[in-house]
């Protein structure tokens, strides 16, 4: 089994910042990519950035600029830090990981999410 256990969200005014973290445990013999994603009140999922075990980074285009992705792969953790934040931004956001357990089984986790909301 894995658990990805996320913290850092809150509540922020537009124009600030903040850092989401989540960190990855259990069963792991390596982590692939590594994500953030996002949902909205009435809105699909979707994907706000990710990042390969080589440090290769992906962001959403609303994103770009603003937010950056980083991993520690020592520690099994993603970090998302977010400035010149928008209200537009406001989400639960997920973490996702892509794992080959020690018994060499290939998985998708997703974290429990943490609110993230901006004030106007």
């Known amino acids: 089994q894995v658990q990805l256990v996320e913290s850092g969200g809150g509540l922020v005014q537009a124009g600030g910042s903040l850092k989401l973290s989540c960190a990855a445990s259990g069963s792991i013999f390596s982590i692939n990519s590594m994500g953030w994603y996002r949902q909205a009140p009435g809105k699909q999922r979707e994907s706000v950035a990710t990042i390969t075990s080589g440090g290769s980074a992906n962001y959403a285009d609303s994103v770009k600029g603003r937010f950056t992705i980083s991993r520690d792969n020592a520690k099994n953790t993603v970090y998302l830090q977010m400035n010149s934040l928008k209200p537009e931004d406001t989400a639960v956001y997920y973490c996702?990981?892509?794992?080959?357990?020690?018994?060499?089984?290939?998985?998708?986790?997703w974290g429990q999410g943490t609110q993230v909301t901006v004030s106007s």
């Open positions: 996702n990981a892509a794992v080959l357990s020690r018994r060499y089984t290939y998985g998708d986790y």
